[in-house]
């Protein structure tokens, strides 16, 4: 059974940066693609940033391009999103998500495993 925990969201004054991290076990995480997804209330969940299983290659979404960086550690299984210059608007529950593929996918239906979401709000 694989677990993804997600860890570091909270409350920051717009401009300010945050740094999340999603802990990964039950699945070799070296030999998968994982993504940063996120959900604002009302509104459907949307791709925010993507990284191939030996962190080569990465894909953001174009709202968040040149702000945020993700990254990943293979060797302690932990997946991070750097979030800098934030907004209003990136307030939502941001997920992590495991591919059962090695490359970038950007698609909510792509990823077939999931944590519980961590809480990011940023204040005007």
């Known amino acids: 059974q694989v677990q993804l925990v997600e860890s570091g969201g909270g409350l920051v004054q717009a401009g300010g940066s945050l740094s999340l991290a999603c802990a990964a076990s039950g699945r070799t995480f070296s030999n998968v693609a994982m993504s940063w997804f996120r959900q604002a209330p009302g509104k459907e969940r949307e791709f925010v940033a993507a990284i191939n299983w030996s962190g080569s290659s990465t894909y953001y979404a174009d709202s968040v391009k040149g702000r945020f960086t993700i990254s990943r550690d293979n060797t302690k299984n932990t997946l991070y999103l750097q979030m800098n210059s934030l907004n209003v608007v990136d307030t939502a529950v941001y997920y992590c998500?495991?591919?059962?593929?090695?490359?970038?996918?950007?698609?909510?239906?792509?990823?077939?495993?999931w944590g519980q979401g961590t809480q990011v709000t940023v204040s005007s």
């Open positions: 998500a495991s591919s059962p593929s090695r490359w970038v996918r950007v698609g909510v239906h792509e990823y077939d495993y």
